[in-house]
């Protein structure tokens, strides 16, 4: 990426004067720059000033200057700017599509704490975050805000990511939340996603990884999960301020960082899959960033500093001009804008997928774009700027287009057809074909729209020469093939597809019907042929219908031109000739022209055309006809010249102006900065002094110092090599530098070059002529600087010239030149060197040059490690010749002791010829114990072990022998190791041995023999194993032989085999016979059967407490009969054997075992028989034995009778039956009924019941209903069931009330029903009041003021729909206004607005209707405390009211009754003032303002009757002052019954005269 300079747009200023934001619009045309003073100025898409406005405060009371812009964002439509501000609020200004448009404040959001920054997402979503750490949307559309996640910390940054579907939020704690609209499928996750170590005001979001900067110098790419990528740290670097803005491109690969006086680029390589650092862009004054803007496609990027100034700069990877018709601007690796350079149109091409675009072409007549990626195919229409990306593997670039369709590519490869329409990213459809010509291929895409037909796409192509196949893209099925008997040479489909026509190559003409698949020839010859379009009708030629060749078609004002060539004799032919050579002479071109054409001469007739177009251009502009043009236009000769490919020609009139062109291109390169062409051009004209200040202005001081080596007399200038070398020097070009100030004899300052510059070639060389005795330390740095750079070889000998042996030595070592490190070596005699012998000598041993190795060794003072080389080698006579020759004998003595332990540990005994190395080293070394004990763990040589022992250590021959019978053993020898066993003293380890084999015999012939202690033990061993056979005879022969019987049991009783066990018990120890009888029975070892005949034993013996305790044991869940006998049997013997406690806790125990069995009845028998009657009955109720249950109580103990209705009661409360509930527990069924929602049947059931109790499930049916939203059928009813005067259904009424006036859409003459009820049951209620205690009590007078609203509701819902009547609709809803206090206001002032309009008084309906917006953004806020109530002064409409919870108005009326206030408000038609009449008051208030006196209301529109008093004024109020004086026209008898009874109801007014008077007139 580069960024390159292009204009400034904005001066900056001497002081600080912040650009706090700046935005470009999404169509390009707009950039908007808000600065310190808050004003905002629009630009066009060149840069060009068109346009600005002062943004609003919030509150004008706090003055025009407390508050920051914040940030801005354009609309996606890029007609309005949101404005976040410091003020806590966000203003959207409509700025219109067209410059000099009006703004116009269209949405304004208010919130609780400073807006720090903005993004506009979608068409209505506007994100932004405050100071308090929220996140919230605001709706455009609704007006309304919204929190999206909150945090506790400062929100300082907010950007998106390239799709515009998720958000970054970056908090002053270092914390970055990532909150997804829509993830893409792509699964990462939300919520806090990393925390930087400072607070990130640099925050961008690119394509693969995220880039965060601030105050600690340090740029820190992350991962998608948060993990980090890369680092740039620049903490180091002191001329580096801290980050303060960071702007993504908007493909996502490239992201600049902006600080003080800097900016960094920096670029995503796919390949590497990390972050590539450009060289940063430095702007010397440029002071701090403070805002970054891309425009959206990428080609510019606007800067925006401290001191008031935007720069603009352009951005692009590369640039390049295609066939001098379109440019091409790379922005990013997936990103080029394709401008037509004639036009200036641009169209933005881009791969969705992020792949890196390879090559664009513009084909097609320059109309259709073409570009490849690794994976997609990119096609685009430059007219319709439609685009598409379709997945397409690389084919090599063979591919072939055709594009004579519009609206869809043709794309050939491999023998198969590939569509692709314009704007879809997906391929339409494929086909295998080997016919490429676009002759034979069909498509028709949705050209003409027909009835019943959303989609259709049809193709028509050759599937061989001869076969047609038609196919419907959208389905992917065949309509049809057609067989031919003849090559087909055309095929079209008409407009709709249904029809197919084709040309053979005997041009016979068919048409094939493809519904009917019918085909049918409609000519036998056919030249030519064509669909008209936007019709079904054909022209076709035949041999005589057509006079001339069709050559096209034309189709205008539903009218079809056929343009045919006429037919020329050779006689006109002649004439054509004649007149167009006549013409030329007489230079008339134009005839000269129309001539040629008739001729056919295309290049000619060409040419003069556009001759005749240029001269009649510079006639118009110049006069004249226009043909002397062209005289010294050397320019147009030239590109004349160059467009016939005359190039002789065209040189020789160039040489004439080339020196102009010389001068010319020398101005360019001056113009343009390139310096080096234009030195170039300096130098070649021989100006060699311009050349070097060219060549240096270019920053080439070595170009410059090459020309004046080369040139004598700018040697001689002191001036030129002073600036050259100065330069050379700064750029660090020193050898350079060192090579001019010696051609210049400076030789102190060349060799002061040379060295910083590493030539130190040069430098020694000219040391040896200037400086000689400087050669010794040029050597020896030159060393150094070689051995720097890993050059040892070439070190060695410059530090020899040096005199530096030690650094020879080490090179030398380093290079691995050994044999040159020891001739160095040795010709040392300093002794300091002799450390190097080691090393020298480690690398002969290494490579088995011993003698050498040890001569070093011996020469370095190391014997040691010569001896050990030795012995490493094998070579023991070698090292045992040094080590005596070299070595003391004690030295000797525990070399030779510590190299025979190394060989012991190292196993090297194993080997036999090492046995002998080894005992030679311990016999030399005098250790006789050490050789011993090394035989006898070998393996092999224990004669070598017990020779030396008889000879040294006898005590050890035992040991021997063990060590030798184990090593036997382990061989598998056992006879052998037997026998060793016994030599080494040990007949036990035999004996043993011989067991662990199972070989018993063995093992109790060496016991009898040598050990008769074991031979028991060998007994035990043998038996177990039989036992382990199962051989249980012999396993107890074997433990009586050995005496030992109470093995014989425990293993019997191990194995389960308690008689055998009982047995050896009483034979051989029967004293312990008590003992293991009490174990067998507390084990409960006995089978089934074997437990039911012990418990019948024990019955028949008379142990009735043990019988019943082994019956209790019994359990074979298989067998349940059985066990219901044992228990039963148990049972009944406590009962008649047993003590009542004893019998009772037996019942405990089988009682409920058997109800668990559902034994029910048997259960409770057996508790009967014990007196347990709680027992019994539980288990009856267990059994749902209900009656059983209730008749034990009743005659048992009538004290649990209770017990069991109430059980009885949850029983039924728990199943569910809450029908049979009804007739035990009338109230606990409706609470049932309620608890499960079933209101009908429960209040039906009520209703049966007492007043009171119906009308408590009415109360919390209502309550429900309420809670559901449903208040109509709370009124229902209410309607119904009556409204009683309880205190406690207060609440209810009222909430009933509120909800039935909050409703939308029941200001109509449908809704008549609903208020004429409501109005009822209220005027019941309050008769009901008047009756009792509540009388004339507050809730009593509120729900009188609930009737009166009610009555009104009503009586306009009456007058609705009545055309004479909607001046009193109008009255009574301005009259409700009074009761804004019941009513929702906003409501009120929406319905009085629009009945005021409707009746076209403009005055009141646009006041009404203005407080009603001013209301509806109170409720928006939440407070109504803005409101202004001017217009309200001295009326008796309220101020104090409640706010609504919320708009009862939908949105779109909302902006409609905006939308007309601003439209009045704008054409001043209307006075912003109410009507007063004769008093100086609002003629519908009732309150006189000078006197407070108060009118009578009207009865129907209660609008203000001061004039009248009593029936008179009842019967004036009605029949003269209101619109029913024409109520006795003839009406719908239905709408003056309403109206009637509307006024009949008025809970005050008792209309009996109206009454009857309309009763007396038959309405």
């Known amino acids: 990426m580069q960024l390159k300079y292009l204009k400034t747009l904005l001066t900056p200023q001497d002081g600080a004067a912040k650009v706090t934001c700046m935005a470009w619009a999404p169509n390009n045309a707009k950039f908007a720059v808000c600065t310190i003073d808050r004003v905002v100025i629009l630009y066009d898409e060149q840069g060009e000033k068109r346009d600005r406005f002062t943004t609003k405060p919030a509150d004008p009371k706090y003055g025009k200057k407390t508050y920051v812009v914040k940030s801005m964002a354009f609309s996606p439509d890029s007609t309005k700017i949101a404005v976040a501000q410091t003020d806590n609020i966000i203003f959207v200004y409509k700025i219109g ?79 970055v939340v990532r909150y997804f609209f829509d993830d893409e499928g792509s699964g990462e996750s939300q919520g806090k996603l990393l925390t930087h170590a400072c607070p990130p005001y640099a925050l961008a979001w690119g394509t693969n990884s995220i880039i965060v900067a601030g105050c600690d110098k340090k740029i820190v790419a992350y991962g998608r999960e948060g993990h980090i990528l890369q680092t740039f740290d620049y903490s180091r670097d002191r001329s580096e301020k801290e980050f303060t803005v960071a702007a993504s491109s908007p493909s996502g690969q490239s992201i600049v960082v902006g600080s003080y006086d800097r900016l960094r680029v920096f670029s995503w390589s796919p390949r590497k899959g990390t972050w590539d650092e450009a060289s940063p862009k430095e702007i010397p004054n440029l002071y701090t960033i403070t805002a970054l803007s891309w425009k959206k496609d990428g080609s510019r990027l606007s800067v925006g500093t401290l001191c008031g100034g935007v720069e603009l700069f352009d951005c692009c990877l590369r640039r390049s001009i295609y066939k001098n018709k379109f440019e091409m601007t790379y922005v990013g690796l997936s990103q080029v804008i394709v401008k037509n350079l004639s036009t200036g149109t641009r169209v933005v091409l881009k791969s969705q997928y992020g792949y890196e675009i390879d090559e664009v072409k513009v084909m097609g007549k320059d109309r259709y774009l073409v570009a490849h990626t690794s994976d997609t195919l990119l096609l685009g229409d430059l007219v319709s700027n439609k685009l598409s990306e379709v997945a397409w593997q690389g084919s090599g670039g063979n591919e072939k287009f055709f594009f004579e369709n519009e609206t869809v590519c043709m794309i050939f490869n491999a023998g198969e057809l590939a569509l692709v329409e314009y704007g879809s990213n997906e391929i339409l459809g494929s086909v295998r074909t080997e016919f490429m010509n676009p002759h034979l291929i069909s498509v028709r895409l949705n050209e003409r729209k027909q009835r019943g037909v959303e989609d259709n796409k049809k193709l028509a192509y050759l599937i061989d020469i001869k076969t047609i196949a038609i196919v419907d893209l959208v389905g992917g099925y065949n309509l049809g093939t057609i067989s031919h008997d003849s090559k087909i040479d055309w095929l079209e489909l008409n407009e709709t597809g249904r029809k197919l026509l084709f040309r053979d190559k005997k041009l016979r003409l068919h048409l094939y019907d493809i519904e009917s698949s019918v085909k049918s020839t409609m000519l036998s010859f056919c030249p030519y042929v064509q669909w008209v379009p936007g019709s079904d009708v054909v022209v076709a030629q035949n041999r005589g219908n057509l006079c001339g060749d069709i050559v096209d078609l034309e189709r205008s004002s539903g009218k079809t031109e056929v343009i045919v060539t006429e037919g020329m004799s050779a006689e006109t032919e002649a004439m054509w000739k004649t007149l167009s050579k006549l013409s030329l002479e007489a230079q008339q071109l134009h005839i000269a022209e129309r001539c040629f054409a008739a001729l056919g001469d295309v290049s000619k007739a060409r040419f003069l055309n556009e001759t005749n177009k240029i001269a009649d251009a510079v006639s118009k502009e110049y006069g004249g006809d226009g043909t002397d043009h062209y005289q010294n236009a050397v320019d147009e000769v030239m590109e004349m010249y160059q467009e016939i490919h005359m190039w002789d020609e065209c040189i020789a009139v160039a040489e004439a102006k080339l020196d102009n062109l010389r001068r010319s291109y020398y101005s360019y390169l001056m113009e343009t900065n390139q310096n080096e062409k234009a030195g170039e051009v300096k130098e070649n004209e021989g100006d060699f002094t311009g050349a070097v200040n060219l060549y240096l202005k270019a920053g080439l001081p070595a170009k410059a110092a090459w020309l004046a080596m080369s040139r004598d007399e700018l040697l001689a200038s002191h001036d030129i090599i002073s600036r050259i070398t100065a330069a050379l020097i700064k750029g ?110 480690q690398h002969y041993a290494s490579v088995q040059e011993f003698e050498v190795a040890e001569r070093l060794f011996v020469k370095g003072d190391h014997t040691k490690d010569a001896i050990d080389m030795y012995t490493q080698a094998g070579r023991w006579e070698q090292a045992h010749k040094l080590a005596v020759k070299c070595m003391s004998q004690e030295d000797v003595s525990a070399l030779y002791i510590s190299r025979a332990q190394e060989l012991e540990k190292e196993g090297k005994y194993k080997e036999a010829e090492r046995f002998q190395e080894a005992e030679y080293h311990y016999l030399e070394g005098q250790d006789w114990k050490a050789a011993v004990n090394m035989y006898r763990v070998s393996d092999i040589a224990f004669d070598f072990a017990f020779e030396l022992a008889r000879l040294a250590m006898k005590q050890k021959i035992p040991d021997i022998h063990l060590k030798n019978a184990m090593f036997l053993e382990d061989q598998g020898k056992f006879n052998e190791a037997e026998t060793e066993f016994i030599k ?136 349940m009969d059985l ?58 109720i267990e059994g749902e034995e ?49 608890e499960r929602g079933q209101w009908e049947k429960c209040i039906d059931t009520a209703s049966k019941q007492n007043f009171k109790v119906l009308h408590k499930y009415i109360a919390l049916y209502a309550t429900h209903l309420i809670k559901e939203g449903d208040a109509e059928k709370v009124l229902n009813l209410y309607t119904q069931h009556g409204v009683p005067a309880y205190s406690q259904n207060f609440n209810i009424y009222k909430r009933m009330f509120l909800e039935l006036v909050s409703l939308r859409d029941r200001d109509c003459a449908e809704a008549y029903r609903m208020w004429a009820d409501l109005r009822d049951v209220l005027l019941l209620l309050c008769e009901n009041l008047t009756k009792s205690s509540e009388a004339n009590s507050p809730a009593h007078e509120e729900f009188e003021q609930m009737l009166l609203v009610a009555h009104y509701y009503a009586t306009r819902s009456a007058a609705k729909g009545i055309d004479q009547l909607s001046s009193v609709v109008a009255k009574l809803s301005i009259s409700l206004l009074r009761h804004t206090e019941l009513i929702p206001a906003d409501k009120a002032f929406y319905e009085a607005g629009l009945a005021a309009k409707a009746v076209e008084w403009e005055n009141m309906a646009f006041i009404f209707l203005n407080r009603f917006l ?23 409409i309220p101020f104090e009211v409640p706010v609504p919870s919320k708009l009862h108005v939908t949105v779109e009326k909302r902006e409609e009754i905006r939308e007309w206030v601003l439209t009045v408000s704008m054409d001043q038609r209307v006075e912003q003032v109410l009507p007063k009449d004769e008093r100086g008051t609002y003629e519908a208030s009732l309150v006189a303002a000078g006197t407070g006196i108060r009118s009578l209301p009207c009865v129907i529109t209660d609008h203000s009757q001061s004039r009248m008093s009593g029936c008179a004024e009842i019967y004036h109020t009605v029949v003269r002052r209101t619109p029913f004086s024409w109520i006795f026209l003839p009406l719908r008898p239905g709408k003056v019954h309403n109206i009637y009874f509307s006024i009949c109801r008025h809970p005050v007014l008792h209309f009996l005269t109206f009454a009857s008077q309309l009763f007396c007139l038959n309405i």
Not at 108 to 120: D, I, N, P, R, Y
Not at 145 to 153: C, F, K, L, V
Not at 1414 to 1436: N, R, S, V
């Open 97 to 175: 599509e067209e410059w000099g448009d009006k703004k116009v404040i269209c949405n304004k959001f208010v919130q609780t704490s400073a807006v720090t920054c903005l993004v506009w997402l979608t068409e209505h979503a506007i994100i932004f975050g405050l100071a308090e750490g929220k996140v919230r949307q605001a709706n455009t559309k609704t007006s309304k805000s919204s929190t999206i996640y909150g945090t506790d910390s400062y929100v300082v940054s907010l950007t998106t990511n390239v799709s515009g579907k998720g958000i970054l939020s970056g908090h002053a704690d270092g914390t």
């Open 732 to 841: 660090e070009f020193y050898e350079r530098a060192g090579d001019l100030f010696e051609r210049t004899r400076n030789n102190q300052r060349a060799l002061e070059c040379y060295r910083k510059g590493n030539a130190f070639k040069k430098a020694v060389d000219l040391a040896r002529v200037a400086f000689p005795a400087e050669v010794v330390r040029l050597e020896e740095v030159w060393g150094d600087y070689l051995v720097q750079q890993k050059q040892m070889d070439a070190a060695i000998n410059h530090y020899i010239e040096a005199g530096r042996s030690t650094k020879a030595i080490e090179a030398a070592i380093a290079a691995r030149q050994w044999k040159k490190a020891l001739h160095i070596l040795e010709l040392q005699e300093d002794k300091t060197s002799a450390k190097y012998y080691l090393k020298i000598a």
């Open 984 to 1119: 080494a003293g040990k007949p036990k380890e035999a004996v043993l041995m011989h067991v662990h084999n199972k070989d018993w015999s063995n093992a109790q012939r060496v016991a009898e023999a040598h050990d008769p202690e074991s031979v028991a033990d060998i007994l035990v061993s043998q038996a177990k194993f039989c036992f382990d056979q199962k051989e249980f005879q012999k396993a107890e022969a074997f433990l009586l032989r050995a005496q030992r019987p109470e093995l014989a049991i425990k293993y019997y009783k191990d194995a389960g085999m308690w008689t055998d066990a009982m047995r050896i018990c009483k034979d051989y120890l029967p004293s312990k016979l008590s003992v293991l009888q009490k174990e067998y029975e507390s084990e409960g070892n006995w089978g089934v059967e074997g437990m039911v005949e012990q418990a019948q034993e024990w019955e028949q013996t008379g142990e009735y407490a043990r019988a019943v305790d082994c019956y209790l044991k019994v359990k074979d869940s298989s067998n």
């Open 1123 to 1180: 066990l219901m006998k044992c228990w039963m049997k148990a049972a009944e013997l406590a009962i008649k054997f047993l003590s009542h406690d004893k019998a009772v806790d037996v019942s405990q125990v089988v009682g409920p075992r058997l109800i668990q069995l559902g034994k029910y009845n048997e259960a409770a028998e057996l508790y009967l028989n014990l007196d347990l009657i709680k027992n019994a009955i539980d288990a009856f």
């Open 1186 to 1234: 209900w009656n059983k249950a209730k008749r034990v109580a009743k005659e048992l103990d009538p004290r649990l009778e209770e017990y069991v209705d109430r059980r009885y009661k949850e029983h039924l409360k728990n199943q569910g039956k809450v029908d049979s509930l009804v007739g035990v527990d009338v109230v606990a069924a409706l609470d049932m009924y309620a």
């Open 1414 to 1436: 001013d209301l509806a953004d109170g409720i928006d806020e939440g407070t109504l405390d803005a409101l202004d109530h001017t217009d309200f002064q001295d009326t008796d």
